[in-house]
């Protein structure tokens, strides 16, 4: 679907750094003279948005499983279409906070055949994979802390507890592995300046 551009998603835990991370690789490759859009998911676009609201507020069940898998894969439809593939079209770098892997994560470690069903809707919807994608890896019992100091209404994933977000850390290492061609884990728990050296260098490496 893309032959121009370049797309970079960032992932990891609640809390991991993201953020920061890719402002400061922003930054970097505008110096390096690429034109450059952040972009984050849930949301991105003004419908995404919207759908972010019903998925990030509220009680922790408001939503099965499955109908999350639904909302996400229709907020990025959305997000793709307006924001990500045209921005590709016009040679940029997008720099996503989030995408696919999130609800491979999230959504499809919350039960049987949850994988599957993400996995399928990503094939038929979406049909778009990351040039590179940076995880972020992190002691969840960090993280979590520096998430829940945000003191924001989004926090209903954050409230699953420490015990979910050790599964998503693991989760996001098995990943990797399982897309070694893309994804690169980097070590979240050095300083901010260190780690923005690591992913620079990884990213400059994979744009030369
Ligand atoms: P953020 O705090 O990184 O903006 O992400 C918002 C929350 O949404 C985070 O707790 C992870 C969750 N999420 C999913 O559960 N599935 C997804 O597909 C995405 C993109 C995010």
Redesign the pocket.
């Known amino acids: 679907m893309k032959e121009k551009g370049y797309f970079i998603s960032f992932e990891?835990?609640?809390?991991?750094g993201?953020?920061t991370q890719i402002q400061k690789l922003a930054r970097f490759l505008e110096t390096l003279g690429f034109d450059v859009i952040i972009t984050?998911?849930?949301?991105g676009s003004v419908g995404a948005e919207e759908i972010?609201n019903l998925?990030?507020q509220g009680n922790v069940d408001r939503w099965s499983a499955e109908t999350?898998?639904l909302l996400?894969t229709a907020?990025?439809r959305d997000h793709l279409e307006r924001i990500i593939l045209p921005a590709m079209e016009d040679d940029k770098i997008v720099i996503c906070?989030?995408?696919?892997?999130?609800?491979?994560?999230?959504?499809g470690m919350r039960g049987p055949n949850l994988r599957n069903l993400v996995d399928m809707l990503n094939e038929k919807i979406i049909n778009c994979d990351p040039d590179l994608t940076i995880v972020i890896d992190i002691d969840p019992q960090i993280s979590l802390k520096r998430?829940k100091s945000r003191e924001t209404v989004?926090?209903?994933?954050?409230d699953?507890g420490v015990e979910m977000q050790l599964n998503m850390r693991h989760g996001f290492i098995e990943l990797a592995k399982e897309f070694s061609n893309r994804i690169e884990v980097v070590n979240g728990q050095q300083s901010v300046d260190d780690l923005a050296k690591d992913i620079c260098s990884i990213v400059k490496a994979k744009l030369s």
């Not at 990891?12 to 991991?16: C, N």
């Not at 989004?154 to 954050?158: A, K, L, S, V």
């Open positions: 990891g835990i609640d809390g991991s993201k953020s984050r998911e849930p949301g972010r998925l990030l999350e898998i996400f907020a990025r906070d989030r995408f696919t892997d999130s609800t491979r994560m999230y959504q998430a989004e926090e209903r994933f954050e699953f």
